[in-house]
Nanobody, 125 residues
Framework: QVQLVESGGGVVQAGGSLRLSCAAS????????MGWFRQAPGKEREFVAA????????YYADSVKGRFTISRDNAKRTVYLQMNSPKPEDTAVYYC??????????????????WGQGTQVTVSS
């Protein structure tokens, strides 16, 4: 069983910056693929970014590429999402997720086995 706890959400002005954190339990954290997803009101939960266990290979949705950066600290069992130059359309509940099987497509919601409770991010214009 893996528990994920997100933090760092809040209200940020467009063009500012915000960093989300996700603390994980689990002794083999460094083997998990970790992802961030988001869900805006009335919309499906969508992929934002993912990072492999080595912390080197990353994946991004086109909508955030060049603005958001995913990283991880395996010693702290924590994954981060640095949000730079956020836009009002980035407003959503952001979820951290862990893929422990690592058998499919990292951008697919169904690939992930464990989810955090989510943290609200609101970008004001």
């Amino acid at each position: 069983q893996v528990q994920l706890v997100e933090s760092g959400g809040g209200v940020v002005q467009a063009g500012g910056s915000l960093r989300l954190s996700c603390a994980a339990s689990g002794r083999t954290f460094s083997s998990y693929i970790m992802g961030w997803f988001r869900q805006a009101p009335g919309k499906e939960r969508e992929f934002v970014a993912a990072i492999r266990g080595n912390g080197i290979i990353t994946y991004y949705a086109d909508s955030v590429k060049g603005r958001f950066t995913i990283s991880r600290d395996n010693a702290k069992r924590t994954v981060y999402l640095q949000m730079n130059s956020p836009k009002p359309e980035d407003t959503a509940v952001y979820y951290c997720a862990a893929d422990v099987r690592r058998s499919g497509t990292v951008t697919a919601r169904d690939e992930y086995d464990y989810w955090g409770q989510g943290t609200q991010v609101t970008v004001s214009s």
